[in-house]
């Protein structure tokens, strides 16, 4: 059976608001608004990469309240995580009709978020892999330096992993080497990016260029998907409702339909 992959982004993608805001900005009695504020402008000041200005401003925020970050304070933080509407159903019936018309689909994420955090979270099994900011944890199980910090632009690279089928972070060699096309994992042009703005451009740029598909997705009082389509970022946008019969649902199964009835006419010819 011919692979097919849908990759997301996370938060505001699936989960209705980022991430820490859940369990952890809770847990360590903070808020959330005052921390991205205070991070934006430590970073500012020191001229410092945005994702490693957040795993920064996290991992120091720990220590000051007594409590270091730890691979299951991190993972506890991802048990409370809402979702859109329809997400916790939607890869079951998205892999039943992927079968049904000659396609095994499989699920990732691409995020900026941290890893550990998504792999706590109700969904992280429906992933084939969570590619994801992370932290490396000393002898004593507390977080010292980040494994991998995965911003808007560096996105992309986990595209190519996933062609290549190269699904880790270290093996840059084959990556970048040359591969045949009928030795890679996942054609582009049988993928789907789904994201919800500006943060996930490059990766929707890259799936077009490369002949996938994108979707810009929206909450209820964004507007950040505004203009992906007209300044040719994503193929179509929707409302990010992933319940069955609901115009997300309707595009993924119309993409999967129109490659089934392309692969039929070249077979034919």
Same mark, same amino acid.
């Given at each position: 059976?011919?692979?097919?992959?849908?990759?997301?982004?996370?938060?505001?993608?699936?989960?209705?608001?980022?991430?820490?805001?859940?369990?952890?900005?809770?847990?360590?009695?903070?808020?959330?608004?005052?921390?991205?504020?205070?991070?934006?402008?430590?970073?500012?000041?020191?001229?410092?990469?945005?994702?490693?200005?957040?795993?920064?401003?996290?991992?120091?925020?720990?220590?000051?309240?007594?409590?270091?970050?730890?691979?299951?304070?991190?993972?506890?933080?991802?048990?409370?995580?809402?979702?859109?509407?329809?997400?916790?159903?939607?890869?079951?019936?998205?892999?039943?009709?992927?079968?049904?018309?000659?396609?095994?689909?499989?699920?990732?994420?691409?995020?900026?978020?941290?890893?550990?955090?998504?792999?706590?979270?109700?969904?992280?099994?429906?992933?084939?892999?969570?590619?994801? !900011?992370?932290?490396? +944890?000393? *002898? /004593?199980?507390?977080?010292?330096?980040? %494994?991998?910090?995965?911003?808007?632009? #560096? =996105?992309?690279?986990?595209?190519?992993?996933?062609?290549?089928?190269?699904?880790?972070?270290?093996?840059?060699?084959?990556?970048?080497?040359?591969?045949?096309?009928?030795?890679?994992?996942?054609?582009?042009?049988?993928?789907?990016?789904?994201?919800?703005?500006?943060?996930?451009?490059?990766?929707?740029?890259?799936?077009?260029?490369?002949?996938?598909? !994108?979707?810009?997705? +929206?909450? *209820? /009082?964004?507007?950040?998907?505004?203009? %992906?389509?007209?300044?040719?970022?994503? #193929? =179509?946008?929707?409302?990010?409702?992933?319940?069955?019969?609901?115009?997300?649902?309707?595009?993924?199964?119309?993409?999967?339909?129109?490659?089934?009835?392309?692969?039929?006419?070249?077979?034919?010819?």
């Amino acid at each position: 059976m011919e692979k097919f992959a849908i990759i997301y982004d996370f938060d505001f993608t699936l989960s209705t608001n980022d991430s820490p805001f859940f369990s952890l900005f809770p847990f360590y009695e903070i808020d959330g608004k005052e921390f991205f504020k205070k991070t934006e402008e430590e970073r500012v000041k020191n001229d410092m990469d945005s994702i490693i200005g957040y795993l920064y401003s996290t991992y120091k925020m720990a220590l000051e309240k007594g409590k270091p970050l730890t691979r299951e304070i991190l993972y506890s933080a991802g048990k409370n995580i809402k979702f859109y509407d329809g997400v916790l159903d939607w890869f079951d019936r998205i892999n039943q009709f992927g079968r049904e018309n000659g396609f095994e689909i499989e699920h990732y994420i691409i995020s900026s978020g941290i890893c550990e955090i998504i792999e706590g979270c109700a969904i992280a099994s429906k992933f084939k892999k969570i590619f994801a !900011s992370s932290y490396h +944890y000393d *002898e /004593n199980g507390f977080a010292d330096w980040p %494994l991998s910090a995965i911003n808007y632009t #560096n =996105k992309t690279q986990f595209i190519f992993r996933i062609n290549k089928g190269i699904l880790n972070n270290c093996d840059d060699h084959i990556l970048n080497g040359y591969m045949p096309k009928e030795k890679r994992a996942v054609d582009y042009k049988n993928m789907i990016y789904i994201g919800d703005g500006f943060s996930d451009i490059p990766c929707m740029k890259t799936m077009r260029d490369k002949g996938g598909f !994108s979707i810009g997705v +929206y909450g *209820e /009082n964004s507007s950040v998907a505004d203009g %992906l389509i007209e300044n040719k970022r994503c #193929n =179509k946008i929707a409302k990010a409702d992933y319940r069955a019969g609901q115009e997300l649902e309707k595009i993924v199964q119309e993409r999967i339909l129109t490659l089934k009835n392309n692969k039929k006419m070249n077979n034919y010819t």
